[in-house]
């Protein structure tokens, strides 16, 4: 079956400007997380969603991040006023929410590039 | 709060050759993740580890949790190019949230 998807694969914004990133997770995953990866370091996690909910939202760096899932499914990760520092590779993953620890599968990432 | 430490950072060996990364972990993890990532690509899950001691055996690779459960390792035997990438070992935060270790990079001679 079809794994996690997210679009756009690359962006390429200016300081100071907003932007959406998708994810579209295997089909009835309850779970979804959103982490960034910054060049030659581990992924770090940004937030976790249980059904239409955020689960846990601590590791969002600031207010200028915000994500959603309106109806449990696709989700949007939304940065606003958009900084240098924010450039990163940010990861979807999905999990089926039944296990306790159940396996996340993560997507191929949206390159975000801020000039 | 948790941290997660893999070491070394990178590692070149020639093909055939063992290779082995470690993973320590601040505090007492209810399981520990391995993932690999190649060049270019995203995290893929590898393997979980539960109990005080395991080791796992997925043909080459073979995996094992500290009887603390604190430090983990990953051992590659005979290495190959196949296995060029870079190894992370991840341990849950309260929920399934992972923290990722920084990755130990791979790189394989032919």
């Known amino acids: 079956g079809a794994g996690v998807s997210q679009t756009p694969s690359n962006k390429v914004t200016e300081k100071g400007k907003y932007v959406e990133l998708r994810c579209d997770p295997i089909?009835?995953?309850?779970?979804l997380y959103w982490y960034r990866q910054s060049l030659g370091q581990g992924p770090e996690f940004l937030i976790y969603?249980?059904?239409?909910?955020?689960?846990?939202d601590s590791g969002l760096p600031n207010d200028r991040f915000f994500a959603v899932r309106p109806e449990g499914s696709v989700s949007t990760l939304k940065i606003q006023r958009t900084e240098r520092g924010d450039s990163a590779v940010y990861l979807c993953a999905s999990s089926s929410g039944q296990g306790r620890w159940d396996t996340q599968y993560f997507g191929p990432g949206t390159r975000l590039t801020v000039l | 709060g948790q941290q997660v430490m893999q070491i070394p950072q990178y590692q070149h060996v020639q093909e055939g050759e063992d290779f082995t990364t470690y993973c320590n972990s601040s505090?007492?993890?209810?399981?520990i993740q391995w993932y690999k990532q190649r060049p270019g690509g995203h995290p893929v899950f590898l393997i979980q580890?539960?109990?005080?001691?395991e080791v796992k055996k997925q043909k080459r690779l073979t995996f094992q949790f500290g009887e603390a459960k604190k430090n983990s390792s990953l051992h590659i035997t005979a290495t190959q190019t196949t296995d060029v990438g870079t190894y992370f070992c991840?341990?849950?935060?309260?929920?399934?949230?992972?923290?990722f270790g920084g990755g130990t990079r791979l790189m394989v001679k032919p």
């Open positions: 969603f249980q059904g239409t909910g955020a689960a846990d």
């Open positions: 505090t007492t993890l209810s399981n």
């Open positions: 991840a341990g849950p935060r309260a929920g399934n949230m992972l923290t």
């Open positions: 580890l539960v109990k005080s001691g």
């Open positions: 089909s009835g995953h309850t779970a």
